[in-house]
């Protein structure tokens, strides 16, 4: 596949021009969030029209418009992990850490997401701390998980 | 030329039209609200919804979507199409009940309960002004943001757009921007003011006087010259 650079990332070039998500995921993978002028430049770059680098931007979820925390943690409230109880376990995560669903703790530190479903409901309820899978969680093991973390000792294991 | 049967007729129309272009130039009336005839067919409102097929295997299709093809068999006006398109029109009142045009068809359609929870809405997400914008107007200023239920119609980040010149053309052609008549039964989901109207010309001169849809009953108001 042909590759081109935009705002220096190389990304895939197919028949229609440059793949806007594979850029967005770049841009969001480097800064952890898609900061507005760096939309704008790629708009200009890629001479497509600003609103379709929105409309991407804005249609998947794992694309952000505000800056996330440093570490990411989706809990998943698919069918499977709600009635494994992960609604308790978002709970606790959330009281633990200090941050709100869906928002970004005060400090900068934690993310904390909830998705539909992860594909993996064998192992319900699932809870993923940077890309890394933990199934079969219980509100204390949780809790246990982020134990260090919050203190600010060390990161997340 | 292609060959196919419009309601039972044979008709034959130029290659690469739509089922909707061709039912409008036999003078066929399908109702339609995501449909311009300047922009490319969009097929979101499902209002122009006809059966296609053989008696007995017949689907629904939109029109403004269907391409004609030789030997297809259309009905526009089946009980089943017309009681989808009331079904859509009760929808669309639901979520958009201050709008003429909706108005108009439930009207026009004999729509005359509404079973679901008004929801006010200010917009079907027809995508007219995002086809306008992009196709007439060459601006792409807005276009659809986020998805499912939560898809809306915006600018780039939700602010004033460098690309838009202010021309108007999204809000001219805005199926819903029009707001209702304010007939006797403003308040509620549903208007049915101008519902089974007899034009009024039909008693004083035992004839229909003109074409106008729909009638113009207020113009007898005025005293015609004697």
Known sequence: MKKAIVLGFEVPRGPDGVSIVALLQAIQDKYNYLPEKFLRRAAREMEVPLIDVYSVAKFYKSFSLVPEGRHQIVTCTGTACHVRGSEKITEEISRTLGVEVNSTSPDGEYSLKCVNCVGACASAPLVIVDGEYHGNMTPLKAGKLFAQGAKGKTAVS | ?226
Do not use: H
């Open chain 2, 1 to 226: 030329m292609v060959n196919m049967i419009l309601n039972g007729l044979d008709i034959s129309v130029e290659e690469g039209t739509t089922l909707l272009e061709a039912a409008k130039f036999y003078g066929i009336d399908i109702p339609t609200l995501c449909y311009d005839e300047t922009l490319s067919p969009y097929g979101a409102c499902r209002l122009c919804l006809v059966e296609v097929g053989e008696p007995g295997k017949a689907k629904l299709f939109s029109a403004c979507t269907y391409p004609v093809r030789e030997g297809l068999i259309v009905k526009t006006n089946t009980k089943r199409v017309i009681d989808a398109r009331k079904m859509i029109i009760e929808l669309y009142l639901a979520s958009c009940p201050s709008s003429k045009k909706i108005q108009d068809l439930a009207s026009e359609y004999g729509v005359t309960e509404v079973r679901f929870t008004p929801k006010n809405d200010e917009c079907i997400l027809c995508g007219l002004c995002v086809r306008v914008c992009e196709e007439q107007m060459q601006a792409k200023a807005i276009g659809f943001i986020d998805r499912g239920v939560n898809r809306y119609i915006s600018t780039p980040f939700e602010r004033q757009s460098e690309d838009c010149r202010l021309c108007g053309a999204c809000m001219y052609i805005c199926p819903v921007c029009q707001a209702r008549c304010q007939g006797p039964r403003e308040e509620e989901t549903i208007c049915n003011a101008c519902l089974n109207i007899s034009p009024p010309c039909l008693e004083k001169y035992d004839e229909a006087m003109c074409y106008m849809d729909p009638c113009v009953a207020c113009e007898l108001e005025k005293e015609p010259d004697e």
